[in-house]
């Protein structure tokens, strides 16, 4: 049987292009007895330069481009695109946004192969502090969780504005917001599937019922920015116990307006539950037991 793939998405619009932003991501990086550290860099394929040591890392995280178009001059930052071949194999990408451009979204993304050896949570929680999200996300892809939705199909990270707020229109077109219109925050009103583990930022507000998701949850927790929710109690039981986990999943459902979830909802009325206090976003981390959920 093919090993599942760890996926971990996240969209922002903070700023990340900063070199000790960049830095911050490759300590989590080499946490974990270094099973996750880049081995080489670049800005596009081949992706082949060695990173030798910090110094690479933080001169490929961003770079500044000028491109012109018919006598027009744009600007817009380069990320970079990291793999690991030894041990656990991975690889990495950032994007950069741009507020005056057409996507403003900066985006964080990672696939790996599955190890038990690393605390996944622990690792996205991490990067959620650091990257301020409006949307992140931590999964893994048996076979059976690979779906094809709309424009989108869920089988790995999943990030960038469009995958928010466009819709496929009754006559077969992709539609997305105006983007000379720019309000913010951004108003995200459709999610592919839910992971096994999910940030929800300002831009989720008025699509789901926060209190009913964090009493629903197996485990929940708030920062200044947002919710984090821990679908069920392992992160192996999206492949190995595939029951309890689309059941947790399943109660989720229902607190997001219909519609909002790719995949088939309930299509009931949001059910408030009343949510018992609240542990901070790192308590289970640190040890301490944060807060469960009711089980129903």
Known sequence: MKQPKIAIGITTYEDISSVDTGLAVYELLLEFGGKLQPEFVNWHEPVNIPVADRETWSRYWSIDVTTKIEGAATEFKFGPVWRRKTSLASTGTVTHGDLSGRDASSTFQLSAKMAGSVDWLQLFSKLCSVLKPAYGMLHCFPPEEVKRLDYLSFDGPVAGEIAFTARVASDGNLVRPDMRRRTFPRQFTYLPELSWA???????????????????????????????????????????????????????????????????????????????????????????????????
């Open 198 to 296: 999910n940030y929800f930022g300002p831009e989720w507000a008025g699509t789901y019922d926060a209190e009913g998701v964090i009493g629903r949850a197996h485990r929940a927790w708030r920062d200044e920015n947002g919710v984090l929710i821990q679908v069920s109690e392992n992160f192996a039981d999206v492949s190995k116990n595939r029951e309890t986990f689309n059941k947790q999943r399943d109660l989720l459902r229902p607190c997001f307006v219909p519609g909002t979830l790719g995949v088939s909802d309930l299509l009931c009325m949001i059910d408030r539950v009343h949510a018992s206090p609240k542990g901070s976003m790192y308590d289970d981390l640190q040890g301490n037991s944060g807060r469960v959920a009711e089980r129903r």
